[in-house]
């Protein structure tokens, strides 16, 4: 047996050094920890994230309440104008309407008066007082603004006029209105009936000069 060979044989074998093992060890434990508070790192940063968005969505929800409440608010303010406005509208028809009504009612009594005295009266003093009566009440109605609309001689408007009948004359020219049938009548800016008319055909057009 050499000097360099060992009593037990040769070193092929051999145990592993403890001391190898436990920087194995060591250095597996380092990486694991380092491997955890990478982890908990980006748990914490994403914890941090969550706790971002939820305060924005807290925020978010806060103004969605206030909106709301806002929009419930508005709501009823306008269903009070709308009520109030209705009532005042009403208010406002039921007083032009009593106006209108103590305007009539000394033409009412006139009525009363010509039937009371029509036995009585001889033909041209109730024919007279009939007159009378309707000159006032178209006083009255003329002053709430009514307009009436006798369009005899004028070109026939279909916006103005309801033509009931046609008469052949050449001397006019063509869709005059030759006879009035009943007046219409106009409240402002609006018909409240049209005139019912005839109206003439075979006549030059409105432009041309009629025959002599």
């Given at each position: ?7 037990f ?17 060591a ?23 969550m ?5 924005d969505?807290g ?12 929009f ?13 406005t209705?009532?005042e509208?009403?208010?406002e028809?039921?007083r ?33 007082g009939i ?12 002053r ?7 369009p005899?001689?004028a ?15 050449a ?5 005059t ?6 007046k ?7 018909i ?21």
């Amino acid at each position: 047996m050499t000097a360099k060979e060992s009593p037990f044989g040769s070193d092929k074998g051999a145990a592993p050094s403890p001391g190898g093992d436990e920087a194995k060890a060591a250095a597996q434990a380092a990486a694991d920890a380092a491997a955890v508070d990478e982890v908990i790192d980006e748990l914490e940063a994403v914890e941090a994230e969550m706790v971002e968005e939820l305060d924005d969505l807290g925020k978010a929800q806060a103004e969605a309440n206030e909106l709301r409440d806002k929009f419930v608010r508005l709501q009823a303010e306008w269903d009070n104008f709308r009520k109030r406005t209705a009532a005042e509208r009403t208010q406002e028809r039921a007083r032009a309407t009593e106006r209108l009504v103590e305007k009539l009612l000394p033409i009412v009594d006139d009525l009363e008066r010509a039937i009371e005295h029509s036995d009585t009266a001889n033909e041209t003093s109730l024919k007279e007082g009939i007159a009378a009566v309707y000159n006032k009440l178209e006083d009255v109605l003329t002053r709430e603004g009514l307009k009436a609309i006798d369009p005899k001689g004028a070109i026939f408007d279909a916006n103005l006029h309801q033509a009931v009948g046609k008469e052949e004359d050449a001397t006019v020219p063509d869709e005059t209105v030759t006879q009035v049938y009943q007046k219409g009548y106009e409240l402002g800016d609006r018909i409240l009936r049209p005139a019912m008319v005839v109206v003439s055909t075979g006549g030059p057009r409105a432009d041309e000069k009629p025959a002599s």
